[in-house]
């Protein structure tokens, strides 16, 4: 049996309503910027909890223009995990500062135990990231940051609808970051970003930087640039928005069905750490895996696709040789990367699909291979 990990053939075998609005769209000649975009904004906005979303070109635009018109740029430190995907580390490079990587913890999330360590006089923020769609301790993450006086940008390109004691993304940071990539829970028909935040005044320079800062069409307040969220992928989310709740459920309920098929075999499988006080949204299902690579293997001559999410922490990757960081590191963090494993646990996933998955873990462990 084939278990795929993408589901968008699934996902949009019945285009007809997409294409009747994108028709609309196409007539109206609307293109860039527009009623789509606008009212997209204001929908996911409402959504995530905060009263300001725009719409930005990708994930990691979502996470580079917030820092930047926050005063980010070169001379300054910015702490993040090594534990997550390359953007994050890709964006703070990117306004011109300098990454500070910090360990991870049982949950896969920044250590904050190991943040204090990291600060120095030049750091200006502290960049949390959702991963997996798993949520830091914002709550003591925010304390040392309001000691220290430092910015939180938040990385929640995983966790949209993630919730912390009963606080959404975005209510420790700046500005919370979220992407519409094809494979990401809200998934667009291209790239696509939102930034969220509580500020009016981040929110007004958002809108103007990602516009070439255009306040009229003949005047601009500050040099922007064009990373404006395409209006016909604005129509694509309009469509898709109403099925998030489903989404988001559907994943939760599938998450909870592979744990309790864990339950027998501690010794082998172990869903990472989940605070209480955290709506993990399953971006990933990952676990902890005794022999990772075998089992691996294993699944994928089934057909199951399980995937690594990441072999290699961000540490020790080529890209990072000049921040100076050495294999031993951040012992956590690489040893997680050793033994971590994603399951297909999508929202189109059947039943029969979920017990082949499990059955064949058993099966790997149990030696009846
Ligand atoms: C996907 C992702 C990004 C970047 O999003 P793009 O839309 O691909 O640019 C950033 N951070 C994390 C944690 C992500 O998963």
Redesign the pocket.
């Given at each position: 049996m084939k278990v795929p990990f993408s589901y968008l053939d699934r996902q949009f075998a019945d285009v007809e309503d997409y294409l009747h609005d994108i028709r609309a769209l196409v007539k109206s000649g609307d293109f860039t910027l527009g009623k789509p975009l606008t009212e997209f904004e204001e929908r996911f906005a409402k959504r995530a909890g905060m009263p300001h979303a725009i719409g930005v070109g990708?994930?990691?635009?979502?996470?580079i223009l917030p820092m930047k018109l926050s005063g980010i740029g070169p001379g300054d430190e910015v702490i993040t995990t090594t534990m997550?995907?390359?953007?994050?580390v890709g964006?703070i490079v990117a306004t011109g500062a300098r990454p500070v990587l910090v360990d991870s913890e049982d949950g896969l999330m920044i250590d904050p135990e190991k943040i204090e360590a990291a600060i120095t006089p030049r750091t200006k923020a502290i960049v949390t990231?959702?991963?997996s769609g798993n949520i830091p301790d914002l709550d003591r993450i925010k304390a040392i940051a309001d000691k220290r006086g430092l910015m939180i940008f938040e990385?929640s390109?995983?966790s949209i609808g993630g919730e912390f004691n009963g606080r959404p993304m975005g209510s420790w940071g700046e500005a919370a970051?979220y992407?519409?990539?094809p494979?990401?829970n809200l998934n667009v028909w291209a790239?696509?970003?939102v930034v969220t935040t509580r500020s009016a005044e981040l929110a007004r320079k958002l809108r103007l930087y990602r516009n070439h800062g255009l306040v009229n069409r003949d005047e601009i307040e500050f040099f922007g640039i064009n990373c404006r969220l395409d209006t016909l992928q604005a129509v694509v989310a309009n469509r898709l928005l109403p099925q998030l709740d489903f989404i988001t459920q559907t994943r939760i309920k599938n998450a909870a069905y592979y744990d309790a098929a864990w339950a027998d075999i501690p010794e082998f499988v172990k869903p990472p750490l989940r605070r209480p006080g955290v709506k993990h949204v399953y971006?990933l299902y990952m676990v902890r895996a005794k022999d990772r690579d075998g089992l691996l293997a294993f699944l994928q001559q089934r057909g199951i696709e399980a995937k690594v999410h990441y072999p290699k922490p961000i540490h020790l990757q080529p890209a990072a040789a000049y921040l100076g960081y050495k294999p031993g590191t951040f012992p956590k963090a690489e040893a997680d990367c050793r033994s971590i494993i994603t399951l297909p646990a999508h929202q189109h996933l059947t039943r029969e699909e979920l017990d082949f998955t499990i059955h064949s873990v058993h099966c790997y462990y149990n030696g009846s291979k």
């Open positions: 990708t994930g990691t635009d979502a996470l997550t995907f390359y953007a994050t964006a990231v959702t991963f990385d390109c995983q970051a992407s519409l990539h494979l990401k790239d696509g970003g971006h």
